[in-house]
């Protein structure tokens, strides 16, 4: 009686291990990342109202606290409602006279997860409220930190603006997000994270901006010396004072892609128009990517002048061949270009300013990437790191519940009488 007793001890505890490893296989193949969200901080920031003592601004799991009211809110930017996420809101102490501001933070540990994941991703932006005050334009720059480095830090959002997040976290031991205030003091800073989480990334796409140009497009002021057209990687040249700022096109503001500002010099008597060029040299990456995506337009410019329509044209080459050419584009236009490019050396990207002879032909080609397969967001099948919840991990563990049956049953035969 014990030894069958032993027996259905045996077998009973080897089904269970294998009932156990097969759920887990089944709930982790439904992981979409890993959300900060759902982790624990190890730090982050709780404002309290000095009078109430009722938390105010600060830190929020997947939802971000009402500065009306401090309630918690859901997630909406531009529009859509996002379930997963981080709220933020930095805030300004008026109590003692002299305004005070406080800056927003969470800081996660993500040792224990950074050998499995390599990206941090979120959408950033400011919360849609229907209270909004005004035309008054309020700003809220968002900062990415990786082990205590500074690694990312948005441009300035105001309302309607939202900015891709997309950085490397691949050993790490830490993550800190921070929103402040920017050049105000208002308390209508309220920041969302959107779906802010780890990801595990394969090589699947190329930005050109992270490539070096064959050859590129510089124009110089003849007086200053200074640039002030052609090409620049991440950013646009502003025509108005020729410093480099963000790549905004409709209200988004892409990280990665390419700004190409043609030319139209007039110092002569005769305006001279120079178009903006930018060539790369793809010959060892088109056998593994076949095709290059851009969503191209131009740049959103508060001082855009009045009611006057200015047009560009941009264009694209593979090995010295025209393949795609975009419609006259003017303010708030915006084409999508995908084109193939298997087995192609060269590409190269052209702005002309069409019909007219302006200096606002500020091109933005957000996102210029080659392209082939679609990115996956659970880790990669490794030795270290098995495809887990895949047909075959999952066949395993169901071959594993038949092996402890086999080997339960050849116990009996050996030793229960």
């Known amino acids: 009686m014990k030894k069958r007793n032993f027996f259905k001890t045996v077998t009973a505890l080897f089904i269970v291990v294998a009932v156990i490893m097969t759920m887990g296989s089944l709930v982790a193949f439904a992981e979409d990342g890993l959300y900060l969200s759902d982790l624990t901080p190890t730090s982050a920031t709780e404002i309290k109202d000095p009078s109430s003592g009722a938390v105010v601004a600060g830190y929020s799991a997947d939802s971000v606290f009402n500065p ?29 006279g002299t305004d005070i501001n406080y800056d ?16 941090f991703t979120a959408t950033v932006g400011r919360r849609d409220w229907p209270s909004d005050p005004g035309p008054t334009v309020y700003y809220m720059v968002c900062s990415v930190y990786v082990d205590d480095v500074l690694v990312l830090e948005c441009p300035s959002l105001s309302f309607g603006e939202q900015y891709e997040i997309c950085v490397n976290i691949a050993g790490a031991t830490k993550l800190k997000l921070v929103t402040n205030k920017g050049a105000y003091t208002e308390h209508y800073d309220c ?30 002021d003849p007086a200053s010396g200074a640039i002030v057209a052609g090409y620049t990687a991440n950013s646009v040249l502003n025509p108005y004072n020729g410093s480099g700022t963000s790549l905004k096109l409709q209200g988004k503001i892409y990280s990665k892609g390419v700004g190409l500002i043609p030319y139209c010099d007039r110092t002569t008597g005769t305006d001279i128009n120079y178009d903006a060029e930018v060539e790369f040299d793809i010959s060892q990456y088109s056998d593994s990517y076949d095709t290059f995506t851009a969503t191209v337009g131009r740049r959103d410019w508060p ?10 044209i941009c264009s694209v080459y593979v090995d010295d061949v025209l393949v795609v050419e975009t419609p006259s584009l003017t303010f708030g236009e915006v084409y999508e270009i995908n ?33 082939d397969v679609i990115p996956n967001d659970t880790p990669n099948d490794t030795p270290d790191n098995p495809n887990t919840g895949s047909i075959d991990t999952i066949g395993s563990a169901m071959l594993l519940l038949f092996m402890c049956a086999a080997a339960g049953l050849a116990f009996k035969r050996a030793y229960v009488k």
């Open 303 to 312: 001082e855009d002048v009045g009611g006057a329509v200015y047009s560009m």
């Open 339 to 371: 084109i193939n490019i298997s087995g192609a050396s060269k590409i190269k990207l052209v702005t002309n300013k069409g019909t007219d002879t302006e200096h606002y032909d500020c091109s933005i080609w957000g996102d210029a990437k080659l392209t």
């Open 191 to 220: 920041s969302i994270w959107a779906n802010a989480k780890l990801t595990k990334t394969t090589v699947t796409e190329i930005f050109l901006s992270d490539l070096t140009p064959m050859a590129a497009t510089e124009i110089k």
């Open 68 to 96: 009306y009211n401090g309630s918690g809110n859901t997630l909406l930017l531009k529009g859509t409602e996002y379930t997963k996420g981080i709220g933020l809101i930095p805030y300004c102490d008026r109590t003692t």
């Open 104 to 119: 927003a933070e969470v800081e996660f540990d993500i040792s224990q997860y950074s050998d499995s994941y390599d990206t």
